[in-house]
């Protein structure tokens, strides 16, 4: 077995002051107070088989809508199935003269997400929604339906596979989100 470590370096301080620094999991409290915490979730919510989706062709500032969620399925063979991870590689993770600029996933490619059953979607980027605007349209639509949101993952590059084992275990915290240690273990 092979393992991918998809974190991203991460410091305690900085995460005190920004909890949505480093690779971190966003819970349904992010989106809604009173919503699950991300203690309230079993650990083996936070290990599934994930389907890695290559967006790398969309550039910072566009939106990853059902199109190419769809597209990017037909280009790996695959179709994603109920409860795995839907894990979108962008070109977060490449140098960028906006370094807050990333794709960013649509209403539309939500809830197409949300439609395939995901339990997860995870991003390469620090966000999953469009960084210049303060609505968390993607966040809302996955998290109101308890689909968790991983962010800031890393080496998505390295992995040969389209699917995989993703293994995120965050702190047993009682808050809205939490630091992970994201891995992806190929066979």
């Known amino acids: 077995m092979r393992i991918v470590d998809l974190s991203r370096p991460f410091t305690l301080g900085v995460f ?8 971190h999991l ?13 203690g ?7 290990i599934v088989d994930a389907a890695l989706l290559d967006l790398t062709h969309k550039r910072p500032g566009e939106c ?4 190419d969620l769809e597209a990017a399925e037909e280009s790996a063979g695959l179709a994603l199935r109920d409860g ?14 906006t370094p807050m600029s990333f794709p ?6 939500a809830d197409y997400l949300e ?35 991983l962010e800031g993952l890393s080496n998505l590059g390295t992995i040969e596979s389209s699917r995989f084992r993703l293994i995120c275990l965050p702190l047993r915290l009682d808050a809205v989100t939490s630091p992970v240690r994201a891995v992806a273990t190929l066979d």
């Open 64 to 67: 990853i809508d059902d199109e």
């Open 16 to 23: 005190m002051k920004n909890p949505h620094s480093g690779t």
């Open 26 to 38: 966003d819970s349904p409290a992010y989106a809604f107070p009173g919503g699950k915490a991300i």
């Open 115 to 149: 439609f395939k059953g995901v339990s997860l979607v995870g991003v390469d980027s620090a966000n999953i929604d469009r960084s210049e605007s303060s609505e968390l349209t993607a966040h809302g639509i996955l998290l109101g339906k308890d689909i968790l949101v």
């Open 104 to 109: 960013y996933l649509s209403r539309n490619g």
């Open 84 to 97: 795995e991870a839907a894990i979108l590689h962008t070109c977060a993770s490449e140098p960028s003269p």
């Open 40 to 46: 309230d979730f079993p650990p083996e919510r936070f």
